[in-house]
């Protein structure tokens, strides 16, 4: 292997080490949980009364995340895969495509909301177009749902992963918000092709 190679994956390790030993000193249950740190530090859409919805929770880092600055809020959490209880957060385990979940959001919040993330991934399949794809198509899904239920000036965050499906995510983020920023946080592994989505303002369409 050449010098440089080493080096940039011994930089790339170091990082990852970083991010996941700060999780266990911290008692977060993922190191994704930085990136909504650093997601919320740039766009600030986390507030005490925030009532908030994270769509792909489990383990639950970034519900760990935003409990901590909910006080006096909402916060329920989504997932296919079952998660371990934090207290203060509403769990229900589903598929938030599906209208039942889709009808026990609505009744759990009964009101408009202010956040909707979404750190969503579909199960790695082997090929890489298609995990891409799928991941999106999961992104415009719950741009959909987020349109149907946050208040005017409500704020949605996904990940997305660059590649086929981005221009249609991009075209229709942009039908459906005022203000839309792409970000990618430094706990995201540069390797990765997964950025994050800030869309803020839903338009009436
Ligand atoms: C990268 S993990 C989320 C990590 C989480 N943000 C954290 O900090 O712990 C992605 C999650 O998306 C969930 N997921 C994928 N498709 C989903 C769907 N249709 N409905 C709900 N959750 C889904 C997966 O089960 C998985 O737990």
Redesign the pocket.
């Known amino acids: 292997m050449r010098k440089n190679k080493k080096s940039k994956n011994w930089f790339i390790k170091k990082n990852k080490d970083h991010f996941f030993k700060q999780s266990k000193i911290q008692g977060?249950?993922?190191?994704?949980?930085f990136?909504?740190i650093e997601i919320d530090k740039k766009f600030k859409l986390i507030k005490q009364n925030s009532l908030l919805l994270?769509?792909?929770?489990?383990?639950?880092?970034?519900?760990?995340?935003a409990r901590k600055q909910i006080t006096n809020g909402k916060l329920l959490a989504?997932?296919?895969?079952p998660?371990e209880r934090i207290n203060n957060v509403n769990f229900i385990e589903?598929?938030?495509?599906k209208k039942e979940?889709q009808e026990k959001i609505m009744l759990y919040f009964n009101s408009k909301i202010d956040v909707v993330?979404?750190?969503?991934?579909?199960?790695t399949s082997g090929n890489k177009d298609l995990d891409t794809y799928n991941?999106g198509q999961?992104c415009l899904?719950a741009m959909t749902l987020s349109t149907k239920v946050l208040r005017e000036e409500g704020v949605f965050v996904s990940?997305m992963f660059m590649g086929s499906i981005y221009n249609e995510i991009n075209e229709k983020s942009k039908k459906c918000f005022k203000k839309v920023v792409k970000f990618k946080p430094l706990s995201s592994k540069k390797e990765s092709k997964e950025i994050y989505i800030f869309c803020k303002g839903v338009l009436k369409i």
């Open positions: 977060f249950r993922s190191r994704s949980a990136k909504l994270d769509l792909g929770s489990s383990p639950g880092g970034w519900s760990q995340v989504i997932d296919i895969k998660m589903g598929d938030f495509r979940i993330l979404s750190d969503m991934a579909a199960n991941t999961l899904d990940k």
